[in-house]
């Protein structure tokens, strides 16, 4: 009988919902992993990291509702770690800050299965610095401790230290507690804590719904009540919470509270992604595209063994030259291939992945699109010149029509295709129904397409719940085939690049938020 070797269990700290606040060794154990075992308060998009074909399991507990027990939890990665798997067992905040996780790594240790604790940044210490909340601070207070708030008020005898908490420490940060607040706030009173105490209430800290709410600890209850505040979220009680009207860099920020999917292919959209995330946005990551080779590299082959027969070499996109200077390579040859040929790029973005080759442009038009390639060359004789366009396999025909209609020979050759990626559409799917997402960004008319074609048979049914978001497209061509697809489209920036596109979805939520909050009275 052959004997399984067990495997090894990571307990592992998610952080308080802010992707990017999880740990590079977090995001390594999850990349490795054979099998995740994730709560509710780990953020979805590290699941997002995890291998293909890793098994994922959802044991979450939420308002009282619970998937699994904490005694079935601790028997599931016992069983799979003894069946040779790698378990990342994903928790949010860090797994031994009221996150059992030394209950978990206790059942472990007792069946004799390898462990390793990743900690995570906790909630405790989060949530309050971005609700502009240090816990500590040397005009204020030096000490600070951390409480559950989850303790049962039924309970004859508490196990907190009332007396000494209220008036021994500072800063006092309560997990769990929204449900208990009344409770908390009368036991701190009771045992000398001043009533005028200021105490912050913190929901969905560190993630775009971020809430925050803020009073004294005679009046928090009922404050809390009246704005409908729901766990999860903080309790911050000190005098360090009135820092917070000079501190609040977070709800601060020009896109903060929206949610917006980028549909750009993955490759391409990380930077976007940065810069939203960075003005504050929650960003949903939905490709529709996805950017792959030719279905034979011959084309292109002939083409670069020919490149000193061509007067000019025209890039219409990033990936145009990505993938033309990848082959280029595989046939043994460099930039100095091009030293016969000018060379012309669509925009910045080309001209700035050219240079990154070694290439510095000779035609970048000031508009950004096919037409203005041609007006750029001026009145420049094109009779008889053979003119190169490595591009998609599908695009617009508008510049080699133009080209060849000034007397060119137009060589189109695909040097990469853009496909339909098989996704789950489940996610952003219910967010649209339930009008969470406040504006969806289109960098190409293939996206649009896509974007609706992934939703089978659901065209019109999307269309409707799409009334509710705005949409943003990076030039009129993309914004042309999204009207045509029944779309109203709200944003078009001035200049057809990434940075116009992000400027103009700033501006187009600030005078949302302008629109919404005139005529209310400034104290509301």
Not at 90 to 100: A, H, I
Not at 322 to 342: I, M, N, P, S
Not at 364 to 369: A, F, K, L, S
Not at 505 to 511: D, F, I, K, L, Y
Request: hydrophobic share 40%.
């Amino acid at each position: 009988m052959t004997t399984v070797e067990p495997g090894v269990v990571h307990l592992v700290g998610a952080g308080p919902g802010d992707p990017g606040l999880l740990t590079l060794k977090a995001r390594e154990c999850i990349e490795r992993a054979d099998v995740l075992v994730y709560d509710y308060l780990a953020n979805p998009a590290f699941l997002e990291f995890a291998r293909e074909g890793a098994e994922q399991l959802y044991v979450g507990k939420k308002g009282g509702c619970h998937t699994r027990t904490q005694e079935e939890i601790n028997r599931l990665i016992v069983d799979l770690a003894r069946s040779g798997k790698r378990v990342v067992r994903l928790k949010g905040g860090d797994p031994f800050v009221f996150g059992r996780g030394g209950e978990e790594a206790e059942e472990l240790a007792a069946a004799g299965i390898p462990f390793e604790v990743v900690p995570g940044v906790t909630s405790a210490v989060a949530v309050p610095a971005y609700a502009g909340i240090p816990l500590t601070h040397r005009d204020m207070t030096a000490t600070v401790a951390f409480v559950t708030g989850h303790e049962d008020p039924a309970k004859e005898k508490s196990s907190i230290r009332w007396e000494q908490l209220a008036t021994g420490v500072g800063t006092l940060v309560f997990l769990m507690g929204v449900g208990n607040l009344p409770n908390i706030a009368e036991r701190l009173m009771a045992h000398g804590r001043p009533g005028g105490t200021p105490v912050a209430v913190i929901r969905r800290g560190t993630m775009s719904e971020q809430q925050t709410v803020t009073g004294p600890l005679r009046e928090i209850s009922e404050i809390v009540k009246e704005k409908g505040v729901k766990p999860p979220a903080v309790i911050v009680v000190g005098e360090v919470v009135s820092l917070r009207e000079t501190l609040n860099w977070f709800e601060r920020r020009p896109l903060f509270g929206k949610r917006i999917v980028v549909t750009r292919a993955r490759a391409q959209a990380s930077g976007f992604l940065a810069r939203l995330d960075e003005l504050g946005a929650d960003c949903i990551q939905f490709p529709t595209i996805r950017v792959v080779p030719p279905e034979s590299w011959g084309p292109l082959d002939r083409a670069i063994r020919d490149l000193g027969t061509y007067g000019w070499v025209l890039f219409t996109s990033v990936n145009g030259v990505r993938f033309f200077f990848e082959r280029l390579e595989a046939l043994g040859k460099d930039a100095r291939a091009l030293h016969t040929a000018r060379v012309g790029a669509i925009g910045p973005a080309t001209a700035d992945a050219l240079r990154h080759q070694g290439i510095r442009p000779d035609l970048v038009p000031d508009e950004y699109r096919a037409e203005a390639v041609v007006e750029g060359l001026g009145n420049e004789s094109l009779d008889g010149v053979r003119v190169l366009l490595p591009r998609a396999e599908k695009a617009r025909e508008v510049l080699p029509e133009e080209l060849e209609r000034r007397g060119a020979r137009v060589d189109v050759i695909p040097a990469y295709r853009t496909v339909k990626p098989d996704r789950d559409t489940t996610r952003v799917r219910n967010m649209l129904e339930r009008g969470e997402i406040d504006l969806i960004t289109f960098t190409s008319s293939s996206t649009v397409r896509n974007f609706l074609e992934m939703f089978g048979g659901e065209e019109e049914t999307l269309r409707g719940w799409m009334a509710r978001a705005a949409v943003a497209c990076i030039g009129p061509i993309t914004a042309k085939t999204a009207e045509k697809l029944g779309l109203t489209v709200d944003v078009i920036p001035p200049e057809y690049t990434i940075d116009s596109l992000t400027e103009a979805v700033v501006q187009h939520v600030s005078g949302d938020r302008r629109a919404r909050t005139a005529g209310l009275p400034e104290n509301r």
